[in-house]
């Protein structure tokens, strides 16, 4: 009894290693300079101008291609949660092949982006569990580790999940 009741005690205690994700796509050299900072933040010392620390926990998933609809709408969420930003200006990338389309909503983005891999803003970068995102920005992937890093070093708490307000929140 006294055993059983300990482990309820402390099972909130429970750490979850961040999963993140990278959406890829191996012509952006943007993309390419964030898949290696990612790959080199878990394997390697971070920061790496600190040797004696050691490389960051988190799951990388690495996706060759674009998000998918529902993904999108989760990252647009993480990006402009008041949700007053328009889809297309968080996505879509200046590329001369992308100017003829400019769709202007989520569900209109995933068709193009999967015909057109250059209309997207390369990387995007999601840690689901903290409800955070970057898109388009290897600065933004920058800015990330550095949040992981901060908990790690005990110098900012680990964030709660991320949990969508909804009808049963």
């Given amino acids: 009894m006294m055993q059983t009741r300990f482990y309820s005690l402390f099972s909130g205690f429970k750490k979850t290693v961040p999963e993140l994700t990278i959406f890829h796509n191996p ?5 390419n300079s964030a898949l290696k900072l990612l790959q080199e933040a878990v ?4 920061p790496p101008t600190q040797p004696t620390r050691g ?3 988190f799951d ?3 996706v060759q291609g674009p998000p998918t609809q529902d993904q999108l709408r989760s990252i647009l969420s993480y990006v402009a949660p008041g949700g007053r930003t328009a889809p297309g200006s968080v996505f879509l ?3 001369p092949s992308a ?6 909503e989520v569900e209109e ?3 193009l982006a999967t015909q057109n891999p250059n209309a997207l803003k390369w990387p995007i970068v999601v840690d689901w569990a903290a409800g955070r995102a970057s898109v388009g ?3 933004g992937v920058k800015n990330m580790l550095e949040e992981l890093r901060k908990v790690r070093d005990g110098e900012a708490p680990a964030p709660e999940e991320y949990k969508p307000k909804g009808w049963f929140s």
């Fill in 137 to 139: 920005s290897v600065d």
């Fill in 93 to 95: 990338s200046a590329h």
């Fill in 109 to 111: 983005i995933a068709p």
């Fill in 27 to 31: 012509s952006s050299p943007p993309s």
């Fill in 55 to 57: 490389p960051l926990h």
């Fill in 60 to 62: 990388l998933e690495v």
């Fill in 43 to 46: 394997s390697r010392p971070y």
């Fill in 99 to 104: 100017e003829s389309e400019k769709p202007a």
